[in-house]
């Protein structure tokens, strides 16, 4: 069974980006097994399987911009660490801990469909930039729509670069075609 823990970023696709797609998903023990069959399709996505290097990534590559797909006690913890004032000696080690402008939106992903309301008011006391919140169920196929999206996004930046070009096309309809397959999957579980 493919896991969120097996999301392998494409480096030669995806690097060249000025947009990128992160997932944190750091369980203190053995984490709940969220199964992505799809998993292959996420090439787009950078999984970190621990906040500080999560953090530490988006800080030192500020040329760039984030969204991020989080799970929902990695976020509450992220946010309750933005909420430390840190001494101005620690400001270098603590740095690492806010929310930074080029973190654009974050994706909250949680396990149960009761806990969705509950977190969305309970971010909002601490930022606007969460965007969505998807139970577990839910992830891989809004990870797959937020795909398409992002490849129609960054398409353009590659125009001239017809590998490349045409390496996200065939992506993006690799994409479809899962997404196409998951929703007759859950119309035959719904009948």
Known sequence: ????????????????????ILVLYQTEAVGLVIPLPNVDLLTFMKFFGDMPNCQNYIST??????????YSENIETWFKNNNVIPSQ????????????????????????????????????????KVKQIVTFDQLEREALMFGMRYIDDISPQFINNQNIYNSLRQNHENIRLALINSFQNAANIQQ
């Open 61 to 70: 590559n500020q040329h760039k911009t984030f969204i991020l797909f989080a």
């Open 1 to 20: 069974m493919q896991t969120i823990n097996d999301i392998t970023f494409d480096e030669n696709l995806y690097s060249e980006a000025n947009h990128w």
């Open 89 to 128: 000696l620690d400001d270098i080690i603590c740095n690492y801990n806010l929310i930074p402008d080029h973190l654009n939106d974050i994706i909250i992903f949680c396990r149960f469909p009761n806990e969705k309301e509950y977190w969305r008011d309970w971010t909002r006391r601490y930022t606007e």
